[in-house]
């Protein structure tokens, strides 16, 4: 019965087009884990709301999360696929996590410190707080694994602290959960320009979206930062020419990119030729999503369909959750 397999929740903000990042580190795990789990997938809309969207772009920008995430291979037969918002018991666990969460222990997160210096005129209290509503996200669940990109490392180890310091107090009712990736380690898929990585809302023009057509695939592929290439045998490989590699060890088959290792070893690699057989890659691996995500996102009944059926049932799971915490808590009177 799907009630006794192990819980998997996972969330994407609608921030913008999604991207090779978000399928690598997030969406092929997905696709896998619906086979065999009881898998959450979520629209994270509140966690955009820290940086202000537009409303209607907002609105848009969840639609199409859900459109590619089906395209992507989700099948929402399958899978539990909700927006956040959807499913306030999330906003209350969220605040009894945050009688639990430290200020101290929140400004020394990574992500929070990066987004302070970035945008020193908007550090609001939810940016400040973001673990504490991605644990609730999860552990309202009781989710086991959350597949994720290597960015969400650090959250993942708070959310796994908060779910304990509650069981500390109140009683043993979250496992703690982990970041899960199949058999591997978690993956960073890198920018263009060999700063960072891809994301939504930065680098845009060095990120690849599962929305871009051909030709800007080819052109931001060809833009790649590279160099006169290697003058020795075995020379140490840049690092952004590693991150040209582990693009195309994602997109190409291994016989190409063994070829082009060899290439590079013997320092008669030629990048443009590199590059060239990558963008072709990469067109033929985001096309079909492109295509099939410009399909769903146009079948807006469909899609409301999808979010109300996913609603409902991720309101029913996470109030069991939330009818065994408040009595833990101390908060049942009636
Ligand atoms: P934003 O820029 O708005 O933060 P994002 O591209 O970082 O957007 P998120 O919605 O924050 O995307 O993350 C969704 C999922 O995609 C997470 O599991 C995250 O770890 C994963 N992810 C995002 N970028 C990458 C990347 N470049 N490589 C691997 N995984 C990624
Ligand atoms: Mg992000």
């Not at 789990?37 to 994270?44: R, T």
């Not at 496992?175 to 060999?194: H, R």
Request: hydrophobic content about 40%.
């Amino acid at each position: 019965m799907a009630n006794e397999r192990e819980i998997v929740v996972s969330g994407i903000r609608p921030t913008g087009f999604l991207h090779l990042g978000n399928y690598f580190g997030a969406m092929r795990n997905y696709v896998r884990m619906q086979e065999a789990y009881d898998c959450y997938f979520f629209v994270a809309d509140w966690h955009s709301l820290t940086t202000h969207p537009d409303t209607k772009e907002l609105r848009e920008s969840v639609l199409r999360v859900v459109a590619e995430n089906i395209a992507a291979g989700l099948d929402p037969e399958k899978v539990c696929l909700y927006a956040q918002s959807a499913v306030p018991q999330i906003a209350e666990l969220y605040l009894y996590l945050n009688m639990l969460a430290y200020k101290g222990e929140l400004e020394k997160t990574t992500t929070f410190k990066d987004k302070v210096r970035q945008n020193p005129e908007n550090v609001n209290a939810g940016l400040l707080t973001y673990p504490v509503l991605m644990t609730a996200d999860i552990i309202v669940h009781k989710a086991l694994y959350v597949p994720v990109g290597k960015d969400q490392e650090q959250h993942l180890e708070m959310a796994r602290n908060f779910a304990h310091r509650f069981n500390h107090r109140y009683g043993d009712v979250f496992p703690e959960p982990t970041a899960f990736n199949f058999g591997a380690d978690l993956v960073k898929v890198p920018s263009l320009d060999g700063t960072g990585k891809m994301s939504k809302s930065e680098n845009q023009l060095s990120t690849l979206f599962l929305a871009d057509s051909d030709d800007l695939i080819r052109k931001k592929v060809m833009k790649a930062k590279t160099d006169a290439g290697p003058t020795e045998p075995n020379s140490v490989m840049p690092d952004y020419i590693q991150n040209l590699f582990q693009l195309a060890s994602l997109v190409s088959d291994e016989g190409t990119v063994q070829k082009f290792r060899d290439d590079f070893n013997n320092a008669s690699i030629r990048y443009g030729d590199m590059k060239k057989a990558l963008a072709e890659d990469m067109v033929r691996f985001i096309a079909p999503i492109r295509e099939k995500a410009e399909a769903i996102y146009a079948d807006r009944a469909f899609l409301k369909k999808v979010l109300d059926e996913g609603a409902e049932k991720a309101r029913d799971h996470a109030q069991q959750t939330i009818t065994e915490v408040r009595q833990l808590v101390g908060l049942n009177y009636l």
